[in-house]
């Protein structure tokens, strides 16, 4: 069992739906990173977290440290949110771990 | 643009060869990561320096090694290719010293061992 799970591995939307991804874990990390990697291949920075809930315009993280839990959502999707999402956390030794990712793909 | 940057972009060599990938992070930054991304096993964590010195290792093979150098650029070198060392490799940039609270990706190495 990976330490780092991501659901659902793929997903398709409509343009306008909400969007949630989900990023479960079993190391005691120090901090979460959301990943954005598109088709190209660029991979960005999206959120890291080590407590509660940030915005950053369309997008929302969250964190649950006592239940190991993250979400990333999606408000009011468009398809230039499509791309690859990676959940990543180092574990005790600061070795990161990462979800195998969730590739998204909203429709127009 | 991250401010960090990869050479070169593409590199296609033989199986057996050996090459160079070089990385420079952001300017301050004293943390550069190492990443590989193959198809089957998605992005993995292989090295982690910060001001010169070795923090912490991942799956890196030991045909794989990586130094950092006085003015901070990073270069990984990897040895005898086998054809599934194929795969995009990423550095990554960081003002910490460890518990990955800031990652700055450069755009990648694409190699392709034939």
């Avoid at chain 1, 659902?8 to 990173?33: D, K, M, W």
């Avoid at chain 2, 550069?32 to 982690?48: A, C, E, N, R, T």
């Avoid at chain 2, 990423?90 to 910490?96: D, M, Q, Y």
């Avoid at chain 2, 010293?97 to 450069?106: I, K, M, N, P, R």
């Amino acid at each position: 069992k990976n330490e780092v799970e991501q659901s659902p591995q793929n997903l398709t939307a409509q343009e306008g739906e909400f969007i949630t991804i989900n990023c479960s874990y079993s190391v005691g990390i120090s901090a979460l990173h959301w990943l954005q990697q598109h088709p190209g291949g660029g991979i960005v920075s999206l959120f890291m977290l080590s407590s509660g809930k940030k915005k950053h315009g369309r997008l929302i993280a969250t964190i649950n440290i006592q239940e190991k839990h993250s979400s990333l959502h999606i408000t009011a999707s468009h398809p230039r949110d499509s791309a690859v999402y990676i959940c990543a956390a180092p574990n005790r030794d600061d070795k990161i771990i990462f979800g195998k990712g969730t590739r998204l793909h909203i429709l127009p | 643009d991250s401010g960090v940057t990869q050479t070169p972009k593409h590199l296609i060599t033989a199986t057996g060869q050996r090459v160079t990938l070089r990385c420079s992070p952001r300017s301050g930054d004293l943390s550069v990561y190492w990443y590989q991304q193959s198809l089957d096993q998605g992005l993995q964590f292989l090295i982690h320096y910060y001001n010169g010195e070795e923090r912490a290792k991942g799956n890196i093979l030991e045909r794989f090694s990586a130094q950092q150098f006085p003015d901070l650029h990073s270069e990984l070198n990897l040895s005898s290719l086998e054809l599934g060392d194929s795969a995009l490799y990423f550095c990554a940039s960081s003002p910490w010293v460890a518990g990955f609270y800031e990652q700055y990706f450069g755009p990648g190495t694409r190699l392709t061992v034939t």
